[in-house]
């Protein structure tokens, strides 16, 4: 899995993108914010399955975690 600032976040606050494998193999998109200081929550905010370019670009610019063991 990656996790990445958001970069087009316009509320100013701060949000993050994870990518990464399912169980089962399936690369997903997820962008969340956290809520509450280090005791605080993660707040989902979107959560889908990757389109085929989507997974194409993410195992080119990422070919260590393509078998999906990243850390």
Do not use: C
Request: aromatic share 10%; net charge positive.
């Amino acid at each position: 899995m990656i996790i990445l600032p958001d970069k087009e976040n316009i509320q100013g606050e701060g949000r993050f993108r994870a990518i990464g494998s399912t169980l089962r193999d399936r690369r997903a998109f997820i962008v969340f914010t956290w809520r509450g200081g280090p005791n605080g929550k993660l707040r989902p905010i979107s959560a889908r399955y990757m389109h085929r370019e989507e997974v194409a670009n993410y195992e080119k610019a990422y070919p260590d975690i393509q078998d999906g063991q990243g850390s």
